[in-house]
Structure formats: C-alpha cells, structure tokens
C-alpha cells in the first residue's frame, strides 16, 4: 500500500510569495495533519483537518491556511512568506480525528530566500 | 519550560551495544507515547505507540512509560549501524488532535 504522498519534494521561493504544498493521505484515513519541523528540532503542529473540517490549529500566524478535499487529500498554504518560514513541512494521516497513530511523509523541503 | 524535553545528543554508540533514549514530560494530561525515528532528508516514521504505563516490546526495541514520573523511554538492544537516525519522543493527550514532540536524539551506531 502506498504510504503519506506529498509534493513537490523540494521548492525555492522568494519572501512574499505564495506557496501551496499537497498531501495524500494513506488509503482509507480521514484525517490529515500538518506540521513543520525546523531543522535539528522536532516538528510543530499546523494544523489537523478530519471529515474535511479543521478541528485543531496550532500557534501559527494567519498567513497559513489548508483545506481537506472530498478525497481526503490536503492542502497547506502559505502566503507572504518569511524567511524563517524555511523548513520541512510533513503531511501526516490517520484513521480517526484522535488517538490514532500519525503516519508521516517525507515532507516537502521549502526555502525561503 | 518545554512540554517535553528530549537531550540532543548527539550520541554515538559501537555496533550491538544498547541504546537508552529519554523524554521528560510536564503536562499530565498527555496519556499517548509515541516513538519516531527519521533518517536524514525521510519523514518520522513510527516505531512504538503506547499508552498504558509500563513496557512494551516489539523486536530489538522496547518502550518504557513510568507516568508518575512523567518519564518514557525508549531502549534499543543489538544496535545496527541501521539504526543510525534521529529518534523522536511524541506525546499525546486523550482528547488531543495534534502530537507534541521532543527535538529529538541523534543517535550513530558505529561498525
């Protein structure tokens, strides 16, 4: 079975751009989590979407946003980014909205320069 | 102070040696352990998941959760240069949607 499918795998962009990364969840999960790692720290929750509504957001400014789609497929978007916006960014899934074990990507690899 | 604290490392340990790697944890409402593991440039992947206090075992890995001190463990037997990753402690609450991670443990098993 295919795992948690993200892409691009890799993405340069210039600080005030836009950028949309996306993620397919593992076959039969309905939720879909996002988080951000920095490099040499362990990765920060983003958001967590399920049944295709967001039902957690973690302490990140209102420049990121996502959806979930009929398909359970995500969506992480970024706007005006920052430098300090440069990070991995993993898509994980899971079978119920809580207590249920995260399944990651390998992530999409954002600089910002 | 951190939710959870996990040391660094970085740690380096010769082939078939035993490994033991910690996290501290102040928030009792955290009732889910998670280990991950992630090798460079790859995702966590998902090696332990617990929730009772106590051991679990699966293969050369063994996960230890003492609730009352707010300590779990995660020990490795017969290490491999395979095992050469990142280890991740994760934690969550019983009414949680999001995990809450350590920063993570270097960790090198050398031929």
């Known amino acids: 079975d295919a795992g948690v499918t993200q892409s691009p795998t890799h993405l340069i962009k210039t600080r005030g751009q836009q950028v949309t990364l996306r993620c397919s969840p593992i076959?039969?999960?309905?939720?879909v989590s996002w988080y951000q790692q920095v490099l040499g720290q362990g990765p920060q929750f983003i958001f967590q979407?399920?049944?295709?509504?967001?039902?957690g957001r973690g302490n990140f400014p209102d420049r990121f946003s996502a959806r979930q789609f009929p398909n359970y497929s995500s969506e992480l978007n970024v706007n005006a980014l920052l430098l300090g916006d440069s990070a991995l960014y993993l898509c994980?899934?899971?079978?119920?909205?809580?207590?249920?074990?995260?399944?990651f990507g390998n992530g999409t690899r954002l600089t910002v320069t | 102070q951190k939710e959870v604290e996990q040391d660094p490392g970085p740690l380096s340990v010769p082939e078939g040696a035993i490994v033991s790697l910690n996290c501290t944890y102040s928030?009792?409402?955290?009732?889910?352990f998670m280990w991950y593991r992630q090798y460079s440039r790859k995702g966590p992947e998902l090696l332990m998941y617990?929730?009772?206090?106590g051991n679990k075992e699966d293969g050369r890995f063994t996960a230890q959760v003492d609730k009352s001190s707010k300590y779990i463990s995660l020990f490795i037997r017969d290490s491999q240069p395979s095992d050469s990753a990142t280890y991740l402690c994760?934690?969550?609450?019983?009414?949680?949607?999001?995990?809450?991670f350590g920063e993570g443990t270097q960790l090198t098993v050398n031929p």
């Open positions: 994980a899934s899971s079978l119920d909205r809580n207590n249920s074990p995260l399944h």
């Open positions: 076959s039969g999960h309905k939720s």
């Open positions: 979407y399920y049944e295709k509504e967001e039902r």
């Open positions: 928030n009792s409402a955290f009732q889910y």
């Open positions: 617990t929730y009772s206090s």
């Open positions: 994760a934690l969550e609450e019983t009414s949680g949607s999001r995990l809450t």
